[in-house]
């Protein structure tokens, strides 16, 4: 962090992510009612923590939008962004979702969850024979085929079966216009049937008399109010592809709905984000299909871990912390930041504050999660809460290094 003209840091700023069910009292960190300081406490290892009451607040406010955008609408909850079971259970019983899988396994899990297989929606890529033997075997199961081989071999082994393409509008955008979460544009993407190949596409489903009942796009990941021009162009070149399915009920607008990491960033408007579905899709006699995950469970979750060590190399002061990157490899991958905060404050006004490093326990240089960023002084055994940890965490854990360990606890 620069120092200011007189040597001292420049001011801070308030902390942007504070909202009803996640802010100070009296120095310490509350989150979903809990003294988060005292819920660490409790598990001497790391641990993941979520709001059953955020994760619904989330459903409720996006469940509004799509109504307002005029169209009739479906959710699917990404799994892949968390698959902790009672997470999962939590969202069967609220009765107002289905879930988005992409492996067989996933299909196992969600059904043990209490989801039943109409309400599943398969989307994956680079799908072995054994995975589509797996898939296949719950008629039920809506399928949307990511690639020509997908359509020949569901085609070769269920002729006359409904299905979805996953098509590639060529155009696409992410977090912070992050090239590495944008999946569809410039570079090409293993995602999706692009505009020349989609004659064949079409094609090898009349072959088999399969009928195309859903057209699904996914173009990024995290996208927030300042990429929804962009979003918007996706939309409708992906729109495009309609004019060449009689049958189609269904546009799957896929998921990657954002959320601020950082300050600074503008929360996703979700009145434009429902007005260009509604001025796409609205009035066409077609339901749309929302595939969110993180815009459910990323904010509702923190990883919680332990200090164990301050130590001052060189210019840099690092905070030794008990948990590393393959806990939460998100942020080293995809560069989303899951900000550090401090459970327990007692110098609110920030006079002490100072830059530090914030470095995992796992023995890569890369394993940090924060560099120059203010924190009060801390120490051994204090407990530093990381947010925006809800989504894309557990599910992409590692044991890398045997360091695997952690505690998931849903509240």
Partial sequence: MPKASNGS????????????????????????????????????RPLFVYSGARIRANLDRLRGALA?????????????????????RMLAETGAIGIDICSPDELDLAIASGIPAVNISFTGTSVANRDLDRLLAEPDLHINCDSLSQIRRIGERTPGRAIGIR??????TGYG???????????????????????????????HRLTITTIHFHVGCGYLSQQLDAWGRAVGAAA???????????????????????????????????AIIGRHFGGRGLTVAV??????????????????????????????VDGGFNL?????????????????????????????????????????????????????????????????????????????DFFELLI
Wanted: charged residues 25%.
């Fill in 167 to 172: 098509v590639n509008p060529g155009y696409g």
């Fill in 9 to 44: 840091l420049p001011a801070m700023s308030a902390d942007w992510w504070v909202r009803d069910d996640l802010r100070r009292e009296d120095g310490r960190l509350i989150f979903a009612g809990q003294d988060a300081a005292a819920l660490a406490d409790q598990y001497d």
């Fill in 177 to 207: 216009d992050n090239e590495r979460l944008s999946y569809a544009g410039e570079r090409t993407s293993k995602f999706g049937i692009y505009r020349e190949q989609w004659a064949e596409a079409l094609a090898l489903a009349a072959a």
């Fill in 240 to 274: 495009d592809f309609l004019a060449d399915l009689p049958d189609a009920r269904t546009v799957n607008i896929g998921g990657g709905l954002g959320l601020p990491h950082k300050a600074g960033d503008t929360p996703l408007d979700l009145d434009r984000w429902a």
């Fill in 291 to 320: 595939e969110p995950g993180d815009y459910l469970v990323k904010d509702a979750g923190l990883l919680l871990l332990s200090v164990v060590g301050v130590e001052r190399k060189r210019d840099t002061l690092f905070v030794a």
């Fill in 328 to 404: 939460h490899p998100e942020p080293a991958h995809y560069g989303l930041p899951c900000e550090p905060v401090a459970c327990v404050v007692a110098d609110p006004d920030r006079t002490a504050w100072q830059p530090v490093t914030l470095a995992g326990n796992v023995n890569e240089a890369l394993d940090l999660w924060a560099e120059d960023h203010p924190m009060p002084p801390l120490a051994e055994g204090d407990r530093i809460a990381l947010i925006n940890a809800g989504g894309y965490g557990s599910a992409m854990s590692s044991n890398h290094c045997m360091r695997g």
């Fill in 68 to 88: 307002a955008s005029g169209c009739d609408h479906r959710l699917y909850y990404a799994m892949k962004c968390n698959r902790f079971p009672p997470l999962l």
